[in-house]
């Protein structure tokens, strides 16, 4: 166990700590620590690259979302990082879960979730995905295709019973970059509003009696820091029910809006404000609903990378600084295996020099990472010290979702460590890969 005290502030006020873990303290030395934890000290103990994961703010992010949707079912998108710990975690706090693969809930259960607060997602899903979720006695499986209806009634059988909802496109363009808007027809999920196709599906999910429909589901986009699109969806949503009501008569409980609540990466970068995103979505959905004669549904909310995101911190050594002409590349010990965002979406980071004072300059740089690619950038542009050195720290807040759950294992570098930091001790989540992984899995020689 490491035990750290947190010393007093000693650096410059205009020194932004604002998107980094609320227990985020100073040390001397320019060192920090999180959730009490020396982060130099994490790197020491239990190398680099390293992702830490602040327990308290996961806690705190929880207990945010359920303040501010008390009547609403929250779940957690497990895909923005998933543990046996943090599946723990996540059902101590009262949230439910949402999955999209067999793999995501089998964990999820076998660490101890109870499988009726859990929703299957997927624009493909296996049969093995389908059969395991009967299996496991899934609380929901979101339709996402015409195929799968039929698919999944068989599967469940004459005498079984299903919760499912089914994935509507609602035709509200919105999210953080290209690869993340999900709410128009021109990708790969769901089914669309405007051309009948969520209708139609509907209307075959009610004629299956082992499928029970208990609403609607849609997600519209990720890392949104804007209310409006959420308002629009809500609305469409609405409607669409009402014609469920007026042409089958059916009225649809339940109402998921999926997640997508945008974070700051970087100090100064907007966040979704979510008690306004409460606030207005109720209001916008109780209006909807009063114009409708409907009853209100119960609404649920999907967050994943609000919840993570900001509680983790990724750790790593630098191994190289090269100056070329006009740049400065900082490469360090991880990379794209590690964090693939900034190649896929151009994602922006703020990593920072830990455990060491410098007095030298602040200097444009770019953070590469250790991988075969020149896209392998962590961070372009950046302001490190200027007299960064082999050997430095560099640690990198915002780290926590999106990053090891999509990590790779390109040039067998190994997947990193997950420590858990809470109250001044860490804690081993997930040990670092090794090549022994490796050679396990590689049985054809
Ligand atoms: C990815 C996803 C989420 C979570 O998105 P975040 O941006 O992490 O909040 C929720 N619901 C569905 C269906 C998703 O695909």
Redesign the pocket.
């Known amino acids: 166990m490491t035990t750290t005290l947190a010393q007093p502030p000693v650096f410059a006020a205009d020194d932004d700590l604002s998107v980094w873990p609320g227990s985020t303290t100073r040390l001397p030395h320019e060192g920090l620590a999180v959730g009490g934890v020396d982060l130099a000290e994490i790197a020491g103990r239990f190398g680099t690259p390293a992702y830490v994961l602040d327990r308290g703010e996961v806690r705190e992010r929880c207990r945010a979302y359920r303040a501010a949707f008390p009547d609403a079912d929250i779940l957690y ?1 497990a ?2 990082f998933l543990s046996r710990a943090m599946v723990r975690w996540i059902a101590s706090e009262g949230l439910g879960l ?1 999955v999209c693969s067999a793999g995501e809930l089998e964990l999820a259960v076998t660490a101890g979730f109870p499988a009726s607060r859990i929703v299957m ?1 997927g624009n493909a899903k296996s049969p093995h995905d389908l059969e395991t979720a009967l299996r496991l006695g899934v609380g929901r499986i979101v339709i996402d295709s015409p195929s799968e209806i039929a698919q999944l009634a068989a599967a469940v059988g004459h005498r079984g019973s299903q919760g499912v909802m089914v994935r509507v496109v609602p035709g509200v363009s919105a999210g953080g970059h290209s690869k993340i808007r999900t709410g128009t027809e021109d990708q790969k999920f769901g089914l669309s509003l405007t051309d009948g196709q969520a209708h139609h599906a509907i209307s075959r999910v009610l004629g299956q009696p082992q499928l029970r429909l208990t609403g609607l589901h849609c ?1 519209i986009g ?2 949104l820091t804007d209310v409006r699109p959420y308002l629009v969806a809500v609305r469409r949503m609405v409607g669409l029910m009402a014609r469920v009501r007026d042409t089958q008569g059916v009225v649809l409980p339940e109402l998921d809006m ?4 945008g974070i700051a990466y970087r100090p100064g970068e907007s966040t979704l404000d979510i008690i306004a995103l409460s606030r207005r979505l109720r209001a916008e959905l109780a209006e909807a609903c009063a114009a409708a004669r409907l009853p209100v549904p119960r609404l649920i909310i ?5 919840v993570v995101g900001p509680a983790g911190v990724a750790l790593y050594r630098v191994l190289s600084v090269k100056r070329t002409g006009e740049r400065t590349f900082v490469a360090v010990d991880g990379g794209m295996s590690d964090n693939p965002r900034p190649a896929l979406y151009g994602v922006r980071y703020a990593p920072r020099l830990i455990g060491r004072h410098s007095t030298a300059g602040t200097r444009t740089a770019t953070v590469v990472g250790r991988h075969c690619e020149a896209g392998d950038i962590l961070a372009a542009d950046v302001g490190l010290p200027g007299d960064i050195r082999p050997g430095d720290l560099l640690a990198v807040p915002v780290a926590g ?1 999106y990053q090891l759950s999509m990590a790779s294992g390109y040039n067998l570098v190994g997947r990193p460590p997950v420590v858990a930091v809470d109250d001044g001790r860490a804690r081993l989540l997930v040990r670092r890969e090794t090549l022994d992984d490796y050679r396990a899995r590689d049985v054809g020689l």
């Open positions: 998108a895909k923005a949402d997602h997600h990720s890392q999926g997640g997508g609540h999907e967050p994943g990378r609000a979702a």
